[in-house]
């Protein structure tokens, strides 16, 4: 299951750090609105890894097990797009995070490190809303093959 997670985990991160890059190279880096693409990223490698997860099971998928490579897998790419962010604000491009925290219109300054908790935030609840929704469609049904069996007429 290790192997699942951390290689989905890796591979996700690396498409966020691709996506960050060419929104850099365009020159679109500066508008927060377009890292909602990154729910989108999240949620096909997470679906992935879950996916994946269930066909090399040969028994029963386990609900339990299932969201714990949902989370460890988000868990890992979350992480990885933070470090990579805190290097690239704090080392690359300095400026980065005073221009973006100049476009929330607050009135006092955070700093870079309230970027990183925002991210670091945003990664982690993408990932846990992604996985109880993906949960929902890979869990094995409770209801019976015949369908009317259980019913009151």
């Keep these: 299951m290790f192997k699942i997670y951390s290689r989905f985990g890796i591979w996700i991160a690396v498409i966020l750090i691709a996506y960050f890059l060419l929104l850099k190279i365009v020159g679109l880096h500066q508008y927060p609105v377009l890292s909602?693409?990154?729910?989108l990223i999240y949620?096909?490698?997470?679906?992935?890894?879950?996916?994946?997860y269930r066909s090399r099971k040969t028994t029963r998928l386990k609900?339990?097990?299932?969201?714990?490579v949902g989370l460890f897998c988000g868990g890992i790419a979350t992480i990885l797009f933070t470090i990579f962010m805190a290097i690239y604000m704090y080392q690359i491009d300095g400026e980065f995070?005073?221009?973006?925290?100049?476009?929330?219109?607050?009135?006092y300054d955070l700093g870079t490190l309230m970027l990183l908790i925002s991210?670091?935030?945003?990664?982690?609840?993408?990932?846990?809303v992604l996985t109880l929704a993906f949960m929902q469609l890979l869990k094995n049904s409770w209801n019976t093959p015949d369908g009317n069996r259980n019913t009151m007429k």
Excluded: V
């Design 36 to 39: 909602a693409a990154n729910g």
């Design 43 to 52: 949620a096909i490698g997470l679906y992935m890894a879950m996916k994946t």
């Design 63 to 68: 609900y339990e097990k299932g969201f714990e």
């Design 97 to 107: 995070a005073a221009n973006i925290m100049e476009s929330w219109d607050l009135e």
């Design 119 to 128: 991210l670091l935030i945003m990664g982690f609840a993408t990932t846990l």
